[in-house]
Structures are given as C-alpha cells and as structure tokens.
C-alpha cells in the first residue's frame, strides 16, 4: 500500500521582500531603538549623557529619518505598485481602529490587525505598515509630539515581529490562531512597558519611589521602573492584551482568509516580462488573392467592346459582283 499523499502547501506570498541592505537597514534601526528608548538605562553612572535632559529630543528627531531611510530601502528592494496600494488600504484601516476605543482602559483595537498583517504579508511590509498606521493615526486623532517617532518605531516592532513567527508558510489552522492570539496579547504588554520607558526619564527629580534617578546603578533604575510599570500602565496593558486577544480568537480566521487571498491575487512575486509581439502565421495582404477593382474594369471594357462589334452589320454572304453588275 502507498501512504496517501500529503497536501502541497504552496510557500505564501510576500509584499516586501526583505533583501540584505534592507535586513541591516532595520537591525541599525533597532539598535538606535534601543539606544533611543534605553538611553538612561544603558549609560554609565558617571557619564554626561544620564543627567542630560535633551537626549530624548535628539532621538526624536533622528527617529524619523532612520524611519525614512528604512521605508525607501524596502521601497527599493521590492516595494511595487499592489503592494504600496495595500498598504495604503490597511495603514487607513489601522489608523481608523485606532481612535474606536478613544484610549479607553487602553483598548486598541488596532494591534490585532497589525498583527496579523504582519504574519501574512512579512516582517517587511510589517514593520512598514505599522508605523505608517500610527503616523496616520497621530495625524487623524492630533497626537502629534515627541512621542510619536517612538510609537511608530514600536509599532514597527509588533507587526514585524509577527512576520517572523514561525510556520508562515505550513502552520494553519487553530494553532496558527492560538500562536498569534497569545503573541498578540504579550506584544501588547510590551509595547505599553517599551513606551513607558520612552516617557519615564521625564518624571526624573520628582523624588518620588519609582522615579527615574540619573547616575543611580543600573539595579536600582530598573527596580523603580517595575513599579512604575505596575503602577501606572499596567491597568492599561492588560485590557489592550484582552482586545487584541480576544479580537484575533474571533476575528483572525476571516481576516487571514481575506489577506492571503488578496496577497494570491494580488500576485506580487510575479515577474513582469516584456515580450514581443507574436507573429501570425496568415499570409500577409499581398500574398492574398484580393479582387481590385482593376479586372473589373476590364471586364467592362470588354463587354462594351462585345456590344458594340454585335451592332455593326454583318458582311453579305455571295460572290462578290463587279462594277457592272456582272459575275
């Protein structure tokens, strides 16, 4: 007996294929990241740069062009007409979810799509689209601020991260939506703490127990930063972890069947050739017998010739007769 044939699987579809300038493009970008976030947590105790005041600030303004930086490389790698339309349509759609919970409880329903975008079109398109949507969100709901470059750098984050799950291209079904769900709601959660640590250095000198101290041993900030955490952001990572949990249990089968039939018909992998035009093997025009209207004429010529010698009169038969009349 033969053992029955697996299903073939076809590999999925990508948006943005990540080439190798585009793979170091994103990895300097996440270690200025860090550096952007974790800048008070990662320098020395005696050093200038944790009692400076202006840092975030800097970072602020050099987030933006490492993001741009970022956007054209992938631009230039793979990023063509379907795939910037799509991502137009779903940076909308995200920027358009995002304002739904009005920051209520911190519910956000946008993260659930993020990620799942993410893990259907790859970590390129992903981390593009996610801080696209929060660009245009800031824009739609008037949060524009020194925040903002550090959100989009950590929603970036999110949606890439989906895109390098494993099993993109085998793992469906019920395990694909638990994966995601749980990645989702720990995401979530860490997008909160990523953005508290964004915003805590502010709060420093206000001598309170989990306020930032600059030039404090790397222990001790971290400690005060826990409790920061569990104190005041935790209220609202929780609840957005549920959202986005319980919108991809729900939700998520629906929205993976529209996105890979999309990316399938989208076609973006396909490669454009141009061909040349394909000879017909018919005969051309002049090797075709046309009647002109040159025979034709003849032909006319010729029938009138025909009337005209049938109305001439016909020579007498008989001997012919002389000038006298004789024989």
């Known amino acids: 007996m033969t053992a029955p044939a697996r299903p073939r699987v076809t590999a999925q579809a990508r948006a943005v294929r990540l080439g190798r300038r585009s793979a170091v493009a994103l990895l300097l970008l996440t270690v200025a990241g860090v ?11 005696a050093s200038g740069l944790a009692h400076s005041r202006d840092a975030p600030w800097l970072f602020a303004a050099l987030l933006p062009l490492l993001l741009a930086v970022v956007v054209a490389t992938i631009a230039d790698t793979g990023l063509d007409a379907k795939a910037v339309a799509m991502l137009g349509v779903l940076a909308a759609a995200g920027a358009a979810l ?30 593009v689209l996610g ?12 949060g524009v601020g020194p925040w903002m470059p550090f959100q989009m750098l950590a929603m970036g984050w999110v949606s890439l991260g989906a895109g390098l799950l494993p099993g993109a291209d085998r793992l ?33 000198g206000l001598g309170t127990g989990v306020s930032f101290v600059p030039g404090d041993p790397l222990g001790d900030n971290l400690a005060r930063f826990a409790a920061y955490c569990l104190t005041t952001s935790l ?93």
Not at 104 to 126: C, D, K, N, S, Y
Not at 131 to 142: C, E, K, R, V, Y
């Open 35 to 45: 550096m952007a976030f974790g800048w008070p947590l990662l320098a020395a105790p």
């Open 98 to 127: 995002r304002p739904l919970g009005a920051g209520t409880a911190g519910i956000e329903p946008m993260f659930f799509l993020m990620v799942l975008a993410g893990r259907v079109l790859g970590p390129g398109f992903g981390f």
């Open 131 to 142: 801080a696209l949507s929060m660009f245009a969100s800031a824009l739609l709901t008037g």
């Open 172 to 204: 469906r079904g019920r395990h694909e939506l638990l994966m995601l769900a749980a990645y989702g709601a720990v995401a979530s959660v860490g997008y909160g703490t990523v953005m508290n640590l964004q915003g805590w250095p502010y709060i420093a």
């Open 235 to 327: 209220g609202w990572d929780l609840p957005r972890a549920a959202v986005t949990l319980a919108a991809t249990l729900l939700l998520g089968p629906a929205v993976l069947k529209a996105l890979r039939r999309a990316t399938r018909r989208a076609a973006f992998e396909a490669p454009v050739a141009f061909e040349a035009p394909v000879t017909s093997e018919v005969p051309v025009a002049s090797e075709v017998p046309v009647a002109s209207e040159v025979p034709v004429a003849s032909e006319r010529a010729v029938t009138t010739e025909g009337a005209a010698a049938s109305e001439e009169p016909a020579p007498e038969s008989g001997p012919a007769r002389g000038p006298g009349g004789g024989a």
